[in-house]
Each structure stands twice: as structure tokens, then as C-alpha cells.
């Protein structure tokens, strides 16, 4: 009497695996699609959100690359005594140079007088703009370029010869040197037009003349109210512990030391903290796809009883099941996440285009928003795909 040989199931290769498992995606293509939908939308945001904050990020870190980190501002404070704002000594600028490590020196003082179109408008519309001497050295201290025209040189700073911040240019209606602005009582030619300066967005608002012109023609009084200076990148914290009390020895703690570029740093960090909070928004917003997706695989188990009773009388395992389904979530997922991805590109490159930034999409970004999708999609198919696998064949050809 021959022995009777144990039936083993057969094995699902992954061809056949991916065959099965995408057999219900191509009957139901609409279904399909808007379930895929808000995979690729969550996913989108994640990629948008990233990819704009990173190119937002790359602009700034190249200006500063550009501009440098090793600048620094000494301004007048307040007395500790009178509460008033005190005055810089006229020999600050000259006792800054000669610390050691600082490379270069650049100074600006405030003068009181309005800068306007013509005579005609009224004093007190000066339209934030305001007026400062300084010397030929400032450029070089700030890296500032000229738009139009030139800098004030050792000629030009003796006479009625202005520059101006692309901010009072734009204020004042300059567009091109040779025009002439209002300032205390005379005319003062136009002889060149800044770009804009990110370190010191205060020059930007302002009109520049030279300090012999202003203390001459508008009687300036000589003493700085900005002294710029730019050392060694190894002696920035150095030097900045000396300005002080070199600046004003009789007063050190009246002198404000700041560092322009932190503003730029501070800035990146707060644009980071923001999109932190985008990116969960678009976590949450990839979490409510993962529930439709989870809601479209439960309706495709109970449409497809007949389909699952015939393949178990046939001889498919629960297991068999439990994978046909998860992949089917998987690949629904896949599909959104891949989508998402190519929309969150385009949205990054559209924005970077328009705000002339570079193109900047991390590749933990990508990678990381593809393998949510995925676990996403395996999350959303167990649950129809155990409740599959626990069907009875009898009853489920019977509900077909």
C-alpha cells in the first residue's frame, strides 16, 4: 500500500506577488487614483516644505559666505547715569585699527538734515531716509557694490556729491546718477546708486556724503555713530572683547558691540523652526491619506469575498492572502508617494526659480518621505489584509 504524500502549497514568487497584488489597482483606476491622492499631497507638502526652507537656507549661508562673519559694529549706547545716548570719541575709528588682528576700518556719522527731492517738499517728509557722513574706506569694510555710478573718493567727499542706499534711491525716484537731492538748503549731485547691503541694511536707507562735506556744508560735528571694522575669522571674538574699551577707554560701557551676521544666522534658524512646523502639518496630512488608503483596502476585501473564497478553495494560503493585500497597500502607497515626490520637485523648483534661490532638495528628504508612504501603506493593509485572510472560503463564495 503506497503512502500518502503531504500536499505543500505553492510558493508565490515576487513577480507573482506583485501580479496578484496589483490586479485590484488596475479594475478600480479611479478609486485608485484619488485614494493615491492623498498620499502624493501629504507627501508633497513634506517636500515642498523641506525643499523651500533648504534653498531659503542655501541663499542665505552663500551671502554669508559672500559677505563674511568677521564683521562687527561699534555704536554709541546709552549713559548708565542720564539714561541719554552718548557719543563715540572722534579718535574711535583710529584706536579700532590699531587692535591687533582687525584688517580694516569703515565709519559713518549721523547728521541732522533731511534729504529730499527738491525744496519744495516739506522737511518733515524725509520718507526714513537718513543722512550720514563717511569716508572712502567703507565700501571695502562692507564689500559693498555699486549699482550705478561711483564712491565718494578724496575729490568727490569735499563737495556737494552724494551716494545712495538702493532703498532711498527707490524712495527718492533716483534712478540714474546726475540727479540732485535736497539737503540742508543746497543741492547735492547724485554721483552713484549702492546695491544692497544685507550686513547693514541701515546704509541701504541711507543718502552718504563725505565727512569733510558734512562738516563743512552742514556742520557736522565729527564724532561717529558707526565704526565697522573687519578682522582675522580667528580673532573675531578677540577683538570684540577690545573694541569697547578701546573705542571710548574713559567709558567702555557705553559702547554696543554687535555682529551683523547673526541677524543673517538667527534668521536661517527661525525660517528651520518654521518649516519644523510645516513638516508636521504635511505628517499629518500624509497620516489622513494613510487612513484613506486603509478605508479603500477594507471596501476592496468586501467587494471581493467571492474572489478571496475562490482563491482559498483553490489552494492559497492565508498567507498568500495577507501579502496580496498588503502589497496592493503598498503599492497604492508607492504610487502616491512617488507622485508626491515629483510634486513637491516642481513646487521647490518653481519657488527657487521665482526667488532666484538655488535648487536645494535634501536627500534624506526624499528618501525619508518615500519610506513614510511605505510604512504608511503596510500600516494601512494589515488590518483588511488579516481581515481577509480570517474569511471563510464557504462563506465567502457564498456572499459572491
Known amino acids: 500500500m503506497r503512502a500518502s504524500r503531504k500536499l505543500t502549497p505553492s510558493r508565490l514568487g515576487p513577480r507573482d506577488v ?21 498620499i502624493a499631497i501629504g507627501i508633497a507638502t513634506m517636500i515642498a516644505v523641506v525643499g523651500v526652507s533648504s534653498s531659503s537656507q542655501a541663499k542665505l549661508l552663500r551671502e554669508l559666505d559672500k559677505l563674511g562673519t568677521n564683521m562687527l559694529v561699534a555704536t554709541p549706547g546709552q549713559s548708565m547715569f542720564s539714561g541719554q545716548e552718548t557719543k563715540l570719541p572722534k579718535e574711535a575709528p583710529g584706536m579700532i585699527s590699531r587692535i591687533e588682528g582687525v584688517e580694516s576700518v569703515g565709519t559713518t556719522g549721523d547728521v541732522a538734515q533731511s534729504v529730499r527731492r527738491s525744496e519744495n517738499i516739506p522737511k518733515e517728509e524725509t520718507g526714513g531716509i537718513g543722512l550720514k557722513a563717511t569716508k572712502d574706506d567703507l565700501p571695502e569694510v562692507l564689500r559693498a557694490r555699486m549699482q550705478k555710478g561711483t564712491w565718494l573718493n578724496g575729490a568727490t567727499g569735499r563737495y556737494p556729491s552724494v551716494v545712495l542706499g538702493n532703498v532711498s534711491a527707490e524712495r527718492l525716484g533716483i534712478t540714474e546718477p546726475g540727479q540732485q537731492v535736497f539737503i540742508g538748503g543746497r543741492y547735492f549731485t547724485v554721483i552713484g546708486i549702492l546695491d544692497p547691503i544685507p550686513l547693514a541694511p541701515e546704509i541701504e536707507r541711507s543718502a552718504l556724503i563725505g565727512w569733510e562735506a558734512a562738516e563743512q556744508l552742514l556742520g557736522f560735528d565729527g564724532h561717529p555713530t558707526a565704526v565697522y571694522e573687519r578682522s582675522a575669522d580667528d580673532r573675531v571674538a578677540a577683538v570684540r572683547s577690545l573694541i569697547a574699551p578701546t573705542a571710548n577707554p574713559q567709558s567702555p560701557s557705553t559702547v554696543s558691540v554687535t555682529d551683523p551676521s547673526a541677524a543673517l544666522q538667527a534668521k536661517a534658524a527661525t525660517e528651520g523652526a518654521f ?3 510645516l513638516l508636521g502639518l504635511g505628517g499629518i496630512a500624509l497620516l489622513v491619506g494613510g487612513v484613506g488608503v486603509a478605508n479603500t483596502m477594507i471596501i476592496s476585501v468586501l467587494e ?20 496580496q ?24 523648483a518653481a519657488y527657487a526659480r521665482a526667488g532666484d534661490l538655488p535648487w536645494v532638495i535634501p536627500l534624506w528628504a526624499v528618501t525619508g518621505g518615500f519610506a513614510s508612504t511605505l510604512a504608511i501603506g503596510t500600516l494601512a493593509g494589515l488590518y483588511p489584509a488579516v481581515r481577509a485572510a480570517r474569511l471563510s472560503p464557504t462563506l465567502a463564495l457564498q456572499a459572491g
Open 275 to 277: 518649516s519644523t512646523l
Open 304 to 323: 471581493r469575498r467571492h474572489e478571496i473564497g475562490l482563491r482559498r478553495s483553490l489552494g492559497a494560503t492565508k498567507g498568500q492572502v495577507r501579502i
Open 325 to 348: 493585500f498588503v502589497t496592493e497597500s503598498l503599492l497604492l502607497s508607492g504610487l502616491g508617494g512617488l507622485a508626491g515626490i515629483a510634486l513637491g520637485a516642481a513646487a521647490t
Open 18 to 38: 506583485l501580479h496578484v497584488g496589483s490586479a485590484g489597482l488596475r479594475s478600480r483606476p479611479m478609486r485608485v487614483f484619488l485614494s493615491a491622492l492623498g
